[in-house]
């Protein structure tokens, strides 16, 4: 018959067997056939939603004898503990929820529609992604006038401005870091060749309470409070310098701050273990989520970066 529709089924002459579609295509048919993961974003020490561990078809019937069973990312069977509870409906709750609780969840649900009716099973698939609000830092480039290049008191001058700064906000549970810090020979405006330090450092401000016994939750642990406060006070010791430089009467100092080249920049950062991807995560796209298991961010970027051999959630090295 011609045109008819051609099927994965023959029967071999010689030995009367069939022919059935190799095992791949099978596979790839029942996995079509699985639901997808339903995404959740839990933010980090919040409470989560409530997962459900029935679908909108079972929602509004009546069912008999049901029975709850959640699965963790472990693979072991997720119990009751501080951190999460299971309600009576199989409603899956975490309490003050942790980065290390991410992960693939599967719940499955077996009841019946009448006493007399066979038993039926459902599951359903959670990943479940710890998420913290995405942060800043600043960047500060500042520029002195030096020794010259290579010679030593550049170098140890270098080491006692980083020790000023981080001394000068360390009651912020700020941090300063050098991000470079070059030597260059400047010709000036209608003048001669002058060496000149070009120094970029960071400032971050630390996560309170991230160790030992509890998160902090008064206002002195916001970041964005203490990086601001930190802000103003360097702002300020740059703005002593040139004054302090205005009212000397002797020679300058061979290295001293240049009046006006103190430049500051914010730019978006995430935690280690945390990234931005707005078309992975659509429905949290500005949050900084836990790196999935093959990738990592061991710095304050804003990416989780490319990694084969990371196998965990919130991965810091690869």
């Known amino acids: 018959m011609e045109n008819a529709p051609r099927v994965w089924l023959w029967r071999n002459r010689d030995y009367g067997s069939q022919f059935f579609p190799p095992f791949s295509l099978l596979l790839f048919f029942l996995l079509l056939q699985k639901p997808p993961s339903i995404k959740i974003y839990v933010k980090v020490n919040h409470v989560s939603p409530h997962l459900l561990c029935i679908d909108k078809r079972l929602r509004n019937l009546e069912l008999i004898d049901p029975v709850f069973h959640w699965i963790g990312p472990s693979g072991k069977t997720v119990s009751e503990n501080s951190y999460l509870k299971i309600t009576t409906t199989g409603s899956l709750i975490f309490y003050n929820f942790k980065k290390d609780m991410s992960g693939v969840y599967t719940c499955s649900l077996s009841y019946k529609l009448t006493v007399e009716d066979m038993e039926k099973t459902v599951q359903l698939e959670y990943t479940i992604y710890a998420y913290i609000a995405s942060n800043f830092y600043y960047e500060f480039t500042a520029r002195y006038h030096s020794a010259p290049c290579n010679n030593i008191y550049n170098t140890a001058f270098e080491k ?82 040139v004054e302090v430089l205005g009212k000397r009467s002797e020679p300058l100092p061979e290295i001293y701050f240049i009046e006006g080249t103190l430049q500051m920049v914010g730019i978006d950062r995430c935690n280690p273990g945390y990234g931005i991807n707005a078309l992975m995560h659509p429905d949290c796209p500005e949050c900084c989520v836990i790196c999935t298991p093959g990738t990592y961010n061991p710095h304050i970027g804003i990416h989780c970066l490319q990694c084969n051999r990371s196998h965990t959630f919130g991965a810091t090295k690869c």
Request: hydrophobic fraction near 40%; glycine fraction near 4%; charge should be positive.
């Open 160 to 241: 006692k401005l980083l020790q000023i700064l981080s001394k000068l906000i360390a009651d912020l549970s700020c941090e300063v870091t050098l991000v470079k810090s070059e030597c260059h020979h400047v010709k000036m405006q209608r003048a001669g060749i002058q060496n000149e330090l070009f120094f970029t450092f960071s400032v971050i401000a630390i996560e309170k309470g991230t160790k030992g016994t509890g998160a902090c939750t008064d206002s002195s642990c916001d970041s964005s409070n203490r990086l601001n406060k930190a802000k103003s006070l360097i702002k300020r010791f740059f703005v002593h310098q």
